[in-house]
């Protein structure tokens, strides 16, 4: 079946540095991305999410790129502070449907 | 406003036992879902519903059943447990057409 997934289970990178943090997905249909931090023991937040007639989508320190052709999601975190380490993830859906399929995720740690 | 909330936190049962996992949101969403969270697996949907008095099956369903009598109230009842659903359950909500889900803070279910 269609799944979303992650290319890198953990990242590690410099307090200040620029993070990005991939997913593929394989459904083509699919319309509506959305990215989930997860905290050590509190459930997944929004951080941010992007319709699929979008290339690019900004936040607070944080951008999310939609690559439709090789079916490729991106989040990018600017200047990652000690408090965005978490496990971040992907997930898509499509059409009127409410439900998300989730990727398995990426532990992100940030390094003092 | 709590938001979503979920008890028990934590709950030990024994193979065979059965019991409920509550689930409540004070946000007068429609939308409220169930999800189990096993290692490297990510979020999979057990089961879901789109207002009170309709429910439907996500990806995993087999061994749990629900109901929705209340716009606020989603629980979700294990009727003998098993080994195999020893996993975190997280329950989420949304409002009308929103896909961007609010969390619960989780239930670490053993089963032993």
């Known amino acids: 079946g269609e799944s979303v997934g992650l290319h890198l289970p953990t990242l590690s990178v410099q307090e200040g540095d620029n993070s990005i943090i991939n997913c593929a997905y394989s459904?083509?249909?699919?319309?509506?991305f959305i990215w989930y931090k997860q905290e050590s023991g509190k459930g997944p937040q929004f951080i941010i999410d992007i319709r699929s007639n979008m290339d690019k989508r900004q936040g607070q320190r944080v951008t999310v790129l939609l690559n439709k052709t090789v079916k490729h999601l991106s989040l990018q975190i600017a200047a990652t502070q000690p408090g965005d380490s978490a496990v971040y993830f992907c997930a898509e859906t499509l059409g009127s449907a409410r439900q998300l399929t989730f990727g398995s995720g990426t532990q992100l740690t940030v390094l003092p | 406003n709590a938001g979503v909330t979920q008890t028990p936190k934590f709950q030990v049962l024994k193979t065979g036992q059965s019991m409920t996992l509550q689930c409540a949101q004070d946000m007068n969403h429609e939308y409220m879902s169930w999800y189990r969270q096993d290692p490297g697996m990510g979020l999979r949907l057990i089961h879901y519903?789109?207002?009170?008095?309709?429910?439907d099956q996500g990806e995993v369903p087999n061994g749990y059943n629900v109901s929705r009598s209340t716009t606020e109230d989603f629980p979700l009842r294990l009727l003998s447990a098993a080994p195999s659903q020893t996993s975190v359950y997280f329950c989420a909500s949304s409002e009308g057409q929103d896909k961007r889900y609010t969390f619960g803070s989780g239930t670490r279910l053993t089963v032993v």
């Open positions: 519903s789109v207002g009170a008095g309709i429910t």
């Open positions: 459904n083509s249909a699919s319309d509506y």
